[in-house]
């Protein structure tokens, strides 16, 4: 059965900390793996990973993904409290355009 | 970037009424949207994949004739909870996925979410 895995769960951090969130995958053909970031409400287009290997960068934040060990890693740098958030890890699933949604990791800044 | 508008954002019934929630893309034609699930501190839950023009194709254990879904245009889809009960009080999100044949993208991007709450 494909899944997709998030650790840590949940993480408190100071402002100006570095943190790494984990994502692994088990999914047959996989296509692409997508990071989103969820305050509130809806969540956010961060990332679209494809190509292994290929650090993907907005700002402080960054992401890479390991198509051979079936994994990504989310790096925020500097960390704000406006990082406060929870962080979604999905993976394609192959010919449906559905989306298979890790757990999320609960990231908690304070100031 | 792609919008995704939802509406209403948050809505109380009586119980056994029945209540729509609209889901547009404001700036791109979408195919195909999906309805999701989230209980409290957990992640999406696929309900269904809407498709323009035709049927929408519903995930194990979701009642298709609870959550009736119209994808009626390329900008909107509805999901009616039908004859809502309290235990349908959930976050409802939608989201419209973009992504242009040859580029290999395929996007979703979400609505903000409607909160119902069925008394």
């Known amino acids: 059965e494909d899944k997709v895995v998030q650790s840590p769960l949940s993480l408190v951090v100071h402002e100006g900390d570095t943190v790494t969130l984990n994502c692994s995958y088990e999914v047959t053909n996989f296509r692409s793996l997508l990071w989103y970031k969820q305050e509130k409400k809806a969540p956010t287009f961060l990332f679209m990973l494809?190509?292994?290997?290929i650090e993907k960068k907005s700002g402080r934040l960054s992401s890479i993904l390991d198509k051979k060990e079936l994994f990504s890693i989310l790096n925020i740098t500097a960390t704000q409290t406006g990082d406060s958030a929870v962080y979604l890890c999905?993976?394609?699933?192959?010919?449906?355009?559905?989306?298979?949604f890790g757990t999320g990791t609960r990231l908690k800044v304070l100031a | 970037g792609a919008v995704v508008s939802q509406h209403p954002s948050w809505v109380i019934c009586k119980s056994g009424t029945s209540v729509k929630i609209e889901c547009r893309s404001l700036d791109f034609q979408a195919t195909t949207m999906f309805w999701y699930r989230q209980f409290p501190k957990q992640s999406l839950m696929l309900m269904a994949t809407?498709?323009?023009?035709?049927?929408?194709?519903?995930e194990q254990g979701v009642e298709k004739d609870k959550f009736l879904i119209n994808h009626a245009s390329l900008t909107l889809s509805t999901l009616t909870v039908t004859s809502a009960h309290p235990e349908d009080s959930s976050f409802y999100i939608c989201s419209a996925r973009y992504g242009r044949a040859g580029e290999g993208k395929n996007i979703q991007y979400f609505g903000a979410g409607t909160r119902l709450s069925v008394l």
């Open positions: 999905a993976v394609e699933h192959p010919g449906t355009y559905k989306y298979i």
């Open positions: 494809t190509s292994s290997g």
């Open positions: 809407s498709n323009e023009g035709s049927k929408a194709t519903y």
